[in-house]
């Protein structure tokens, strides 16, 4: 009987790849270089540099590095039916592959696609009680990256499925670290990435991996997931690249906050700098589950919380990298304590495919008013512009756009479905930053 991991092959290797397609790839690879970039200069990145410099050279330790990075700003991009963050596990490896092979970049954004496409796959096919305690882009993340770093090994069908069984042997990664504000979300993306180039280059070596990861008695699906939907791995093998499905962040904070957050962008422009007596977010069960901090006590928490999220969008028209620091913390304490939380139906019934929130704001002047939103800004469904992804990258990257490296580097990324060869990444183990000759 073929195993869902040679199906799930043969389905990728089957699709068609369209030069629309590897344009979308590009506009991808440069959302999560961006944020590789802009993730150096937090405490987590510059912890990770430090110790990164005592590690090996090769294409999966520089992954590992990368990936971390990439995380940490919490403006990466989503895939909703997964909930799995695949560009920052995808895309590192594949370039620092790439590069090394030599290849061109229809090659390494090929690779892009069908890293995308797996873990997505997985992903969606986990059920919604694996999300409970497992960290989906952690566990799935593997089979994304081992993906990707087969297509660009050159490694047959029997190698891929060897390599994905490595990869999915090495699942992991817990949701503990959120209730105790630790930094291993961080590690999660890395292990992800270099996991993804340890199974798939131990295959090319011969090394096998089991068939029946996914589906075994004791694999995957048996031991991680209480409500696996195996048959949605291989479903719809004629929709468009999961690549394609997947969401751009425009705010820094956990996406689960965004559809509150964009409806009370919206209630700002209404409430003429009016400051509400009380906030009430109705959304979807998992957002409250994961996002339900009244009180945030640091700047990773805040990037958590749906009541703080919602209040800066309310009292600032806007949320950057600087709405979570201590002093914003406490200038809207008071408001985030009074803002409810509760679920809605029609919102968790949609959940995972569609995410969305309603704000419900009462002022002083006994004026209540709403906003309502079934998807986030940068969702497919309303998706960021070629000239709003370029600002988000030179914005992430710490840059005003002006600069000859910034904008060269974007040039660059852009034009990958035409280059012949791949640039350098824009991150080396030897300190050399932000480049890319």
């Not at 999966?60 to 596990?89: M, W």
Request: proline share 7%; aromatic share 6%; charged share 20%.
């Amino acid at each position: 009987m073929r195993s869902l991991t040679t199906e799930l092959t043969d389905l990728i290797r089957s699709k068609p790849v369209e030069q629309e397609d590897l344009v979308a790839a590009a506009h991808f690879v440069l959302d999560t270089v961006a944020c590789v970039i802009g993730g150096q200069t937090s405490t987590p990145g510059r912890m990770l540099l430090e110790w990164f410099q005592n590690a090996g050279r090769d294409p999966g330790r520089n992954a590992f590095l990368a990936s971390g990075l990439a995380h940490i700003l919490e403006i990466d991009d989503l895939h909703r039916d997964s909930v799995t963050h695949p560009g920052c596990v995808v895309v590192p490896l594949a370039w620092h592959l790439a590069e090394q092979q030599g290849a061109s970049g229809r090659e390494f954004l090929t690779a892009v696609l069908y890293g995308y496409e797996a873990g997505t796959r997985v992903g969606m096919s986990v059920g919604p009680s694996h999300y409970k305690a497992w960290h989906n882009t952690s566990t799935c993340g593997p089979f994304g990256a081992t993906m990707a770093a087969a297509t660009l090994l050159k490694l047959d069908q029997e190698q891929t499925v060897w390599a994905l069984g490595n990869a999915g042997t090495q699942s992991c990664g817990l949701w503990q670290f959120l209730p105790d504000k630790a930094m291993s979300k961080h590690l999660h993306t890395a292990h992800a990435a270099e996991a993804g180039f340890t199974a798939a280059s131990l295959a090319a070596h011969g090394f096998t991996g089991a068939d029946h990861i996914l589906e075994g008695e004791q694999g995957f699906f048996r031991a991680l997931c209480p409500d696996p939907e195996p048959d949605v791995l291989v479903g719809e093998p004629d929709a468009p690249w999961q690549l394609r499905r997947t969401s751009m962040k425009p705010w820094p904070c956990c996406r689960h906050t965004h559809p509150a957050l964009d409806a009370a962008l919206e209630l700002h422009h209404l409430i003429n700098g009016e400051k509400p007596i009380s906030v009430d977010i109705q959304t979807y069960q998992v957002a409250i589950d994961v996002c339900n901090q009244p009180s945030p006590d640091t700047l990773y928490a805040a990037k958590f919380s749906l009541q703080h999220c919602v209040n800066a969008a309310l009292s600032d028209g806007k949320v950057g990298f600087e709405s979570f620091d201590t002093s914003q913390r406490d200038r809207l304490a008071v408001f985030s304590k009074n803002t409810t939380l509760s679920v809605t139906p029609e919102f968790n019934d949609a959940f995972p495919q569609r995410w969305g929130a309603t704000v419900t704001t009462t002022l002083p002047s006994g004026k209540v008013i709403s906003a309502v939103r079934k998807d986030c800004k940068g969702d497919p469904e309303s998706p960021l512009l070629p000239s709003e992804i370029i600002k988000k990258a030179q914005m992430v990257m710490g840059q005003d756009g002006q600069k000859k490296g910034s904008m060269e580097l974007i040039k660059k990324i852009l034009d990958l479905p035409q280059a012949p060869k791949m640039p350098r990444f824009p991150l080396h183990a030897t300190g050399e930053q932000n480049e890319c000759a």
